[in-house]
């Protein structure tokens, strides 16, 4: 038989076929749906950008995947940091940059910043922060929060009152034990502003379940304007307060700060009231005794 006179086509772009350049084509072509599938969307959405930058910076293959995996991680993280800030219902944003230890120089920065490293949530212990109002409580809560959001904890805010409003809520329609779950969820459980109004007493009993099924599992962070030996008054019961505060304090960390209204601080710098000698910037005002500082635990 004759020798055929046939061809291979020639290969092109280092070394490749027709054939396979056509199949790159179409992968190109379809790079946009492969990349929704895989749910790049970052990658999907600045992919020209990202692109020129790689060439820019004249990467390597390497490299440049390793660039635009960079930018994928990031966007998927920034996502997370939005939902879990979302469901952690703060009421608004504090962070530790923005409290002012120097107003305030009963705390120990040094002991804060350690808090923030978050290792109290990884061992499930919890933090109970107590004083006045206006002090900067909340503040910390929110701030100490966000630390362990970005940590990757799940987190949830809410009041005391909220809290038990919706306890007492969930025994009277038979969903107490749904509800007493969903309290026990996240690894972090922020209650905010216990003490400021007197409760139930069948509130008390409430708030012992949760704090028995969150013990040695979750961490609590808790704020109160009671020193902890005043907490049986808050609770109307003192058997259950013991139980409470012997499960809260068993693995936990106290701040006690004193100091004056951070809210009050302009009323006093433009001279609406003064200090008395020897008493609290409130005394005199509305005619409210000066409050009794809180109890170091």
């Known amino acids: 038989m004759p020798r055929s006179t046939q061809q291979p086509p020639a290969p092109s772009r280092s070394g490749m076929t027709a054939a396979e350049l056509a199949e790159i084509q179409r992968l190109v072509e379809d790079l946009d749906g492969m990349l929704c599938r895989l749910r790049l969307g970052a990658i999907r959405e600045q992919l020209d950008g990202l692109l020129e930058e790689a060439a820019r910076r004249q990467l390597n293959l390497r490299e440049a995947l390793a660039w635009l995996c960079a930018a994928e991680v990031a966007s998927k993280e920034q996502r997370r ?10 009421p608004f944003v504090r962070t530790l940059e923005g409290f002012e230890f120097e107003a305030q120089p009963s705390i120990d920065p040094g002991k804060i910043r ?47 009152m909220e809290l038990l409003g919706a306890l007492v809520k969930a ?58 030996e005043e907490w049986d008054e808050v609770f109307g019961d003192q058997v259950v307060a013991a139980a409470i505060l012997d499960r809260l304090l068993h693995h936990s960390h106290v701040v006690t700060i004193r100091g004056d209204s951070y809210r009050l601080r302009e009323k006093r710098r433009s001279g609406l009231f003064r200090p008395q000698a020897g008493g609290s910037s409130l005394a005199g005002v509305g005619g409210l005794p000066p409050p009794t500082p809180a109890k170091e635990v």
């Not at 940091?81 to 703060?90: C, D």
């Not at 107490?176 to 008390?204: C, F, N, S, T």
């Open 171 to 228: 025994q009277q329609q038979g969903t107490l034990e749904m509800r007493l779950a969903q309290y026990a969820k996240p690894k972090l459980l922020i209650i905010d502003e216990l003490g400021y109004l007197p409760l139930e007493p069948a509130a008390g009993h409430l708030f012992f379940q949760l704090i028995s099924r969150r013990y040695e599992q979750g961490s609590v962070l808790i704020s109160s304007n009671r020193p902890v």
């Open 81 to 90: 940091l939005s939902m879990a800030m979302t469901i952690a219902h703060f």
């Open 114 to 160: 350690d808090l923030a490293t978050c290792r109290w949530v990884a061992n499930g212990d919890n933090v109970v922060l107590l004083g006045p109002p206006g002090v900067g409580k909340t503040h910390l809560e929110v701030a100490l929060g966000r630390e362990a959001v970005a940590r990757g904890y799940t987190v949830q805010f809410t009041t005391a």
